[in-house]
């Protein structure tokens, strides 16, 4: 398979993964309110599709502008892997160890709402983190 071919086919994935999360999308708003509004199809195939050349438009200019260097080489890969695995390890000794002052201090039940934002703050600094080690 070429490569050609083979990034047609990732871009046609992800733009069905989209499609099909925005149908579950309507189907759970609807069946929350009981009022299937397809009518919601069209900006979402919109946003979708607009999305994807908004994003093929800037890689083009940044191709243009910078040639055909890469965006991250061998070293900011590693530095992003290094990133990753130390971030793993963090995570899961201080969600454990969060875990265990929290039944230590008899707190029996944790609302999921609170267990919500706790999950958006390491997405954040994984994110803002992954985002520091390419630049580095």
């Keep these: 398979m070429s490569v050609k071919r ?3 086919t990732l871009w046609l994935v992800i733009i069905g993964s989209m499609l099909i999360g925005g149908v579950l999308g309507i189907y759970l708003i609807g069946k929350e309110t009981g009022e299937y ?46 990133y990753f695995m130390i971030a793993l390890y963090v995570i899961l000794f201080g969600s454990g160890a969060a875990l265990l002052v929290a039944y230590a201090m008899g707190i029996q039940y944790i609302e999921t709402g609170l267990l919500i934002m706790c999950l958006f703050g390491i997405f954040m600094v994984l994110g803002v983190g992954a985002l520091v080690a390419k630049r580095l």
């Design 6 to 8: 083979l990034q047609t």
């Design 37 to 82: 509004n397809y009518e919601l199809l069209l900006p979402m195939g919109i946003g979708s599709v607009g999305g994807l050349v908004i994003f093929l438009a800037n890689r083009k200019f940044k191709q243009k502008r910078n040639g055909n260097v890469p965006d991250y080489d061998e070293r900011s890969a590693l530095l992003i892997q290094k």
